[in-house]
């Protein structure tokens, strides 16, 4: 991995990897374990573990996840592709991991263990089948990183586009506050906790430098479901009829007429940038968005509709690429990618995996 990484050893992963060792040593010969220098919640190969005796030994990589859900799970898979790491050799620990984690888990062919004993192990060489459950535990509190402000809406906004557009984090603080849209005091705390966590560093020249980029990344497309997205929706609305393009064409339409700025994102956005995916539903962000345009488009309130209409809360949404050739304004790719990862379908994964490697790799891996 490219990203700059701490070389102080974080206590909550010690604690984590100690303890689910100790987990497997109930049924696995554990000949040594070997704790990377970098062992850092959630950023990559934190330790190597060989179990066995003699000939029947065998290496796995350790990765430690303190908190994991399904949008950490797929983005982790991802991960997982695009680095080339066989699933066969590594070994996930967690603090727990509940019914559906454990699902997911085994549904992937992912190695794990938890601290409370539950564990998913096979492989050959030596033949090992492991399946425990049931044993009852609490996902306890979320790392601190993730209870952070920088993980609350106003952070998650700068973050994106300072992520987005790195050189970004030298701008005047009213210059992102504007380009985020966010309050100017929100700048302020936002960036010396970047700074606290060690993920701004000062240049010689006095420049910042955005740094644990993949890091963050990850943080901020977890949080995306859970914190920002929620507080971005303005209407959930329904079509007469069901067919994506010609609701695409009308709103592009209105937004014309009306000098709305709009993007899309979601699963009209991922086929734009794939060809992988057939859209079904309609997510796009909306400038100034109001109920006149829903009346014009003839698109009614519906909890359960196939419109989301989402915030515009940024200029840096609307994503600039020459080389793509699509007639409608789309939103970044990396809003689209966790867009996508919120949908939580398999297609929807598969079609995140695609984007990642051909827009995002710089972030992921």
């Not at 109930?26 to 850092?40: E, G, N, P, R, T």
Request: glycine content about 6%; charged content about 25%.
């Amino acid at each position: 991995m490219s990203d700059n990484r701490p070389t102080r050893q974080n206590p909550e992963a010690r604690i984590i990897l100690e303890q689910c060792v100790e987990r497997l040593r109930k049924y696995l010969i554990i000949a040594s374990m070997q704790a990377h220098d970098h062992l850092f919640l959630d950023r990559g190969i934190d330790a190597e573990l060989v179990i066995g005796a003699d000939a029947g030994q065998r290496r796995l990589l350790v990765e430690i996840k303190q908190h994991l859900s399904s949008v950490s799970i797929a983005h982790f898979l991802n991960q997982l592709a695009l680095r080339g790491i066989d699933k066969k050799d590594l070994l996930v620990c967690t603090n727990y991991a509940n019914h559906s984690v454990i699902e997911q888990l085994e549904t992937a062919g992912i190695n794990f263990v938890d601290t409370f004993g539950n564990m998913g192990i096979e492989f050959n060489n030596p033949r090992t089948i492991i399946h425990i459950k049931g044993n009852k535990g609490v996902a306890g509190a979320k790392p601190a990183a993730q209870r952070s402000r920088l993980m609350q809406p106003s952070g998650l906004k700068v973050l994106f586009m300072i992520l987005t557009q790195p050189d970004a984090i030298n701008l005047p603080y009213r210059d992102i506050a504007a380009k985020s849209g966010v309050s100017l005091g929100s700048v302020g705390w936002i960036v010396r906790e970047l700074k606290s966590q060690g993920n701004v560093l000062e240049k010689k020249s006095g420049a910042l430098e955005l740094t644990n980029r993949i890091e963050l990344f990850r943080r901020w497309v977890e949080a995306y479901s859970e914190q920002l997205r929620p507080k971005i929706v303005l209407r959930t609305l329904v079509a007469p009829r069901l067919d994506t393009e010609e609701m695409v064409a009308n709103l592009d339409k209105i937004a014309t007429n009306n000098q709305m700025m709009w993007a899309l994102t979601g699963k009209v956005a991922a086929d734009a940038f794939t060809h992988h995916l057939i859209p079904n539903k309609l997510t796009f962000f909306a400038k100034h968005w109001t109920q006149d345009c829903e009346r014009e488009l003839r698109w009614a309130p519906s909890e359960r509709g196939n419109i989301v209409v989402l915030d515009m809360f940024s200029s840096s949404i609307l994503y600039q690429n020459k080389l793509l050739n699509y007639q409608y304004p789309l939103a970044h790719p990396a809003l689209v990618y966790a867009e996508l990862l919120s949908e939580g379908t398999d297609r929807e994964r598969e079609t995140a995996a695609i984007l990642a490697k051909d827009y995002l790799l710089d972030l992921v891996i």
